[in-house]
């Protein structure tokens, strides 16, 4: 059976492979290795996803291919459930915002820089098909597929709370990890109620799709991006003394607020209409077992949050 130690052991091995990938690209640009003038932005987000996440997903899967449609459930979502994924996803989104900028201007975010040259480089159109598109795939097969299976036998409420922190460590900065954390925890209630994997898949990538417009949007409307500061908190932008940031994250604030109410009434009806589609189905959806869940707290779930927490402090 695929267990919490298991899944915590390919967490740990996917971040040292995922740091480890972005080290030795960074050590190679001052030995001259790789040229990033031939080596644009939208290749290294190719890179990072299909390469530093795709390869260790890839292996695990391989080894597994047994198993792979219980890692890996892609049950349909019906058209229901499909639009109360998009209208959650909405719906928490101004939340999101609101946290990004708040730790966005305290620790700053390399982020801002990264995705406003990448627009500047390639164009929106390129941006929206590898942004909200790639990271959609790999890091819902890594942390809502294999990380999540092993935890199916533990209570959700944990499972999501760790499988929250493991998707916001995956990021390496704290600004990121602030609402990646939220997002990662309420993608595993999508996906423990409708069982399936296309779930986390869609809100991820309507999150990322709103971000990547956002930002677009914000750039057209101010040189320097007012989006890219809200959003992805660009460093160097101080609260004290900013009004309009002050002012952005007070209008944020009240948007945050009635969203997030519009976003509890669709999840009660979203964990209803599952419920009970569930049981027509025949399919549990509390599947907890208590004395088949094995440990979660491993030597591997520690040194993964180890090894996030170093990484993100060397960040600032």
Same mark, same amino acid.
């Given at each position: 059976m695929h267990t919490p130690e298991k899944a915590n052991n390919f967490m740990f091995g996917l971040? =040292?492979?995922f740091v480890g990938g972005q080290l030795i690209f960074a050590m190679a640009i001052p030995l001259g290795i790789i040229? &990033? +003038?031939?080596f644009p932005?939208? &290749? *290294?987000? #190719? =890179? =990072? *996803?299909v390469g530093f996440i795709g390869i /260790?997903?890839?292996a695990y899967l391989i080894a597994h291919r047994q198993n792979i449609r219980q890692i890996l459930p892609l049950r349909p979502l019906g058209l229901m459930n499909t639009l109360m994924v998009i209208g959650m996803s909405i719906a928490i989104y101004p939340l999101t915002l609101l946290i990004g900028a708040i730790f966005g201007a305290i620790f700053g975010s390399p982020i801002g820089y990264m995705m406003t040259d990448f627009i500047d480089e390639s164009g929106i159109w390129l941006m929206l098909l590898? =942004? /909200?598109? &790639?990271p959609s795939i790999f890091e819902e097969v890594a942390l809502r597929g294999i990380v999540f299976s092993g935890y199916k036998s533990v209570k959700i409420f944990t499972a999501a709370l760790i499988n929250g922190l493991f998707f916001g460590i995956l990021h390496l900065n704290l600004h990121q990890f602030s609402y990646a954390f939220i997002l990662g925890f309420i993608m595993c209630y999508m996906m423990w109620y409708t069982k399936s994997l296309w779930a986390p898949i869609l809100c991820h990538f309507v999150v990322n799709t709103l971000a990547t417009l956002l930002l677009y949007i914000g750039m $057209? #409307?101010? $040189? +320097? $991006?007012l989006a890219a500061e809200v959003e992805y908190g660009v460093s160097g932008v101080d609260m004290t003394a900013t009004q309009e940031f002050l002012d952005g994250l007070i209008v944020v604030g009240g948007v945050a607020l009635v969203f997030f109410g519009i976003f509890i009434v #669709?999840?009660?009806?979203f964990k209803r209409h599952n419920l009970a589609r569930n049981d027509a189905a025949g399919i549990a959806t509390d599947?907890?077992?208590p004395a088949e869940r094995g440990r979660v707290l491993t030597w591997s779930l520690v040194a993964t949050v180890a090894l996030g927490l170093v990484m993100m402090i060397l960040a600032l």
């Open positions: 971040l =040292v492979f040229n &990033l +003038e031939n932005i939208w &290749l *290294q987000v #190719i =890179v =990072v *996803q /260790p997903c890839a590898l =942004v /909200p598109v &790639l $057209g #409307i101010d $040189g +320097e $991006g #669709i999840y009660r009806a599947t907890y077992a």
